[in-house]
């Protein structure tokens, strides 16, 4: 059942594959056909335009003669598609398809990803798993080296490397390798959208069986390592293992230094399925820890573990027919010169080059690119274009293309004006002497149209400098009047903008009045209640002041008494200038009435509870003088127990709230 799976995958994975080159093709050959026929239509009839040029030209017949023969020789020769239309015929030499075997592959290093060096990762799976082919060192003189068995060349593709891509085929390509051959292998739907049981499957892997994540704290614990424990944990412990996750892969990166983009991906994000991409990318840099411990005995594979996305920004190609004679590719045939050839732009894009030459193509066995400029690492993918046999017999039989056909076009021309030039001279040197005493008399009337022309010169450069002066002019009154447009509007502007705060300030005018009407009605009551307080007061002295009488055994505690009593009245006089105080933070208020109402509604309640604690000790001194009224006899009176009823009404710290602690007091 998985091998059929895994059948059906990889033949899946070909028929994308194969239906994205042959788009590509189509839409480039479209291109090159319509380009090629525009050519032609702008060139036109050409024989037609010589012959009548011909037939219209004052000729002798035997300047004529010559080149009516050449032409018709011409008009003779241009039978057969030519060499371009056998270019457009070309196809794709097997990089892509895998048609052109690994043996068919030489690179100077890095052998083990030779098989990587193929267009869009290949049509197998194992050919896309490290994104590219890049030399174990980046040194100039490294190069890639096909076997294209004689075949005519007329394109290449180039594409850089992409190690990380996130792509799912690339991460089974991965996890091929790093597995063992007895070890099962997931189906490639699961890679569309890694499952958490994948992820730590993966996991297991590289940290269990070859230890490629570097030891930190804190470390993994038993409920992290088995799949078992963390299925049937809550979502608290599955958090919490891949958030370690991600940051012991991090610090691997860093160990090895490897410049990798960080991953955009969360222990969320894979619990809930989501960013695949980036899932991918975290089990492809877990295969490539894994890797890198696995071939550690392994020579030359340095190249494989340089992670960033890289491409060759320039290149040179040259061709072979016996592996040992090499020859560049030129750009002109009169001025022989290596081409540079330009290189993607990124690590996906892909950078077509046309290797057609107008001097003719001849077969290649051996082509071979050497990179010369590179971004990070010269990392590449590459496909060759070029005829299949029935082609290349056609493309050599006829050598001429459209630029050739246009170069003897081009020359038959010059050929025909150089003949009418030269009848023309003649004619003209016979025509010359009766000009010169025509150009005698048409000189002084020359002379006079210039003088005239000079005179309307003058009076047009005089009109156009008033013109310049009026221009300036009415460009200053617009500005002037764009000016005095937006003045007004921000005037607008303001006074809306004014009149809104008007009708705000009026608001919170009628608000603030209310307000105060409401507090000077409070303010009054608390008067009241001050008075009550203050008769309460003077009825409670005279009640002290007749106790004080009794007490002519006790007359030194009476006077500590009296002088409490003196610290209470003291005290209340305290609490009168309070209410004063009140009164002018009132009036204050009136201003800023807002912000001092809280203050005061908190001030109220803290001197109510004051006056309810006055109110209980007042209960308490009643009591007290009570039974001290009720003694047996006034030289037996309990004055310790007394005073200390007395010590017990500690006086009021701050403003008093309302009159009914001043009439406990």
């Excluded at 070859?210 to 390592?225: K, N, R």
């Excluded at 020859?327 to 050839?341: H, I, L, S």
């Excluded at 066995?365 to 690492?377: C, N, S």
């Excluded at 009154?477 to 509007?489: F, R």
Aim: proline fraction near 5%; hydrophobic fraction near 35%.
């Amino acid at each position: 059942m998985q091998e059929d799976e895994t059948k059906d995958a990889k033949a899946i994975e070909q028929e994308q594959i194969l239906a994205l080159m042959v788009r590509q093709m189509d839409g480039h050959r479209a291109t090159v056909w319509n380009k090629i026929a525009e050519d032609h239509r702008n060139l036109g009839n050409f024989l037609e335009k010589i012959k009548g040029f011909l037939r219209c030209s004052r000729m002798d017949d035997t300047a004529k003669d010559p080149l009516t023969k050449e032409m018709k020789t011409f008009e003779a020769n241009q039978t057969g598609p030519g060499q371009e239309a056998c270019i457009a015929q070309a196809i794709p030499m097997g990089m892509a398809s895998e048609q052109l075997t690994l043996k068919q592959i030489k690179v100077t290093s890095n052998n083990l990803g030779a098989n990587c060096a193929r267009l869009l990762g290949g049509s197998q799976k194992a050919s896309s798993a490290f994104g590219g082919w890049t030399p174990g060192s980046d040194t100039k003189g490294e190069y890639i080296q096909l076997d294209l068995c004689n075949t005519v060349v007329s394109g290449l593709s180039i594409q850089g490397r992409r190690p990380v891509s996130g792509n799912p085929e690339q991460t089974g390509s991965l996890l091929e390798k790093l597995l063992e051959p007895s070890d099962p292998l997931p189906p490639m739907r699961l890679y569309k959208r890694p499952p958490v049981r994948l992820i730590h499957d993966v996991f297991m892997i590289v940290h269990t069986r070859f230890g490629a994540l570097t030891p930190g704290e804190p470390e993994f614990s038993a409920a992290h390592l088995d799949y078992d424990q963390l299925n049937k944990a809550d979502r608290t412990i599955k958090v919490e293992f891949f958030d370690l996750l991600l940051s012991r892969l991090k610090s691997a990166f860093d160990a090895r230094q490897w410049l990798v983009p960080p991953l955009k991906l969360t222990a969320a994000d894979i619990l809930g399925g989501k960013n695949t991409a980036e899932s991918n990318r975290m089990l492809q840099l877990l295969c490539y820890l894994g890797l890198q411990k696995k071939m550690e005995a392994e020579e030359d594979t340095a190249g494989i573990f340089k992670l960033e996305e890289q491409w060759v920004t320039k290149f040179t190609l040259s061709s072979s027919p016996d592996g040992k004679s090499w020859a560049p590719m030129m750009t002109d045939a009169e001025k022989p010169k290596v081409r540079v050839f330009e290189g993607p732009k990124n690590g996906s894009q892909v950078k077509y080059h046309s290797l057609w030459v107008p001097t003719g193509m001849q077969p290649v066995r051996y082509l071979r690119l050497t990179p010369t400029e590179w971004q990070a690492h010269p990392g590449l993918r590459v496909e060759v274009f070029g005829f299949t046999e029935g082609c290349i017999a056609g493309a050599l039989a006829e050598p001429q293309g459209r630029l050739d056909v246009v170069q003897r076009q081009t020359s038959l021309m010059k050929r025909c004006l150089g003949a009418a030039s030269t009848w023309a001279t003649e004619k003209w040197r016979q025509l010359q002497r009766e000009e010169e005493e025509k150009s005698l008399q048409a000189l002084a009337a020359k002379s006079q149209v210039e003088q005239q022309l000079q005179d309307a010169l003058s009076q047009i450069k005089k009109l156009r400098k008033e013109n310049q002066e009026m221009e300036h002019q009415i460009t200053e009154q617009e500005q002037k009047l764009v000016d005095a447009d937006t003045e007004k509007l921000r005037i607008t502007v303001e006074r809306e903008k004014a009149e809104v705060q008007v009708k705000t300030s009026e608001d919170k005018l009628n608000n603030s009045s209310e307000n105060v009407h409401e507090a000077t009605g409070r303010v009054r009551e608390l008067e009241d209640k001050t008075e009550e307080m203050q008769s309460s007061l003077q009825d409670l002295h005279q009640q002290i002041c007749v106790l004080t009488e009794e007490r002519d055994l006790a007359r030194d505690k009476e006077e500590e008494l009296f002088e409490m009593l003196a610290e209470k009245e003291d005290q209340l006089m305290d609490t009168n200038q309070g209410y004063v105080n009140l009164t002018d933070q009132l009036n204050e208020m009136r201003e800023e009435l807002e912000e001092k109402i809280d203050d005061q509604a908190q001030v109220m309640e803290e001197l109510g509870e004051r006056n309810q604690l006055l109110m209980d000790q007042l209960m308490k001194l009643t009591e007290e003088l009570a039974k001290y009224r009720q003694a047996p006899a006034p030289g037996r009176v309990d004055v310790p127990n007394l005073l200390s009823s007395i010590a017990d009404c500690k006086p009021v710290q701050g403003l008093p709230s309302d009159g009914t602690e001043q009439s406990a007091e």
